[in-house]
């Protein structure tokens, strides 16, 4: 009920390719879904978010899909460029205990982007 | 641009040590959390904090672990007796409604 289960584990792609990382969760009182990038030595940074009232969410390159029926969400990163190669994690959460939202993650893809 | 930083970077203890380790969230947040991530797996939670008092802890958050927040700055995580398998990336996040994240503390049990 908890899991996030994030795909594919690794991801190679050319410069200016689309990459796409996809996330199924199992709970649906979860209503916030986060992206977060991280360099090597570097915390995770947010990247994007979404909430289960909206089907798409675009920040300049990257967009976020949302698929409430399939409990499902996934990443685009449109024209990927060599610095976008990190570590990416999606999350999800709920209101908790105290108003807290602790994040449940993915298991995180790791991005290539060759030049 | 305000960020989340943690003290200290590295850290290696020897089994059945304490540690203590250091956060300093962003100013105005309200929200604090502690995550670890052991090498290779998944980011997990470990407690959140609100109103100086812990909002929630996981399994994990067993009775070695302690919270604080002893000057309204820093948030502390001690651990009171490592043992080797504490050995993993710990992230403090603070939180106003999106959580921004510390570059972590490495601690590493012989």
């Known amino acids: 009920q908890q899991q996030v289960k994030q795909s594919p584990q690794s991801l190679i792609v050319q410069k200016g390719g689309i990459s796409i990382i996809n996330c199924a969760y199992e709970?649906?009182?979860?209503?916030?879904f986060p992206w977060y990038q991280q360099f090597p030595g570097k915390g995770p940074a947010l990247l994007i978010a979404?909430?289960?009232d909206v089907s798409e969410k675009k920040e300049g390159r990257f967009t976020i899909s949302f698929n409430k029926s399939a409990k499902q969400f996934s990443l685009h990163i449109m024209d990927s460029q060599p610095g976008d190669s990190a570590t990416y994690f999606c999350?999800?959460?709920?209101?908790?205990?105290?108003?807290?939202?602790?994040?449940?993650w993915g298991l995180g893809t790791s991005l290539a982007v060759n030049p | 641009e305000p960020e989340v930083t943690q003290t200290p970077s590295h850290q290696v203890t020897q089994m059945g040590q304490e540690v203590i380790l250091r956060c300093v969230p962003i100013s105005n947040h309200l929200y604090f959390y502690w995550y670890r991530q052991i090498l290779g797996q998944k980011v997990e939670f470990l407690v959140s904090?609100?109103?100086?008092?812990?909002?929630?802890k996981s399994e994990i958050f067993d009775d070695q672990f302690s919270v604080e927040r002893p000057d309204g700055s820093n948030f502390t995580l001690k651990i009171r007796s490592t043992k080797l398998e504490d050995s993993a990336m710990y992230f403090c996040a603070s939180s106003d409604s999106k959580q921004y994240f510390g570059p972590g503390t490495r601690l590493l049990v012989l």
């Open positions: 709970n649906t009182a979860f209503d916030y």
């Open positions: 904090f609100y109103n100086n008092e812990i909002s929630e």
């Open positions: 979404i909430r289960p």
């Open positions: 999350a999800a959460s709920k209101r908790g205990a105290g108003n807290n939202r602790k994040l449940i």
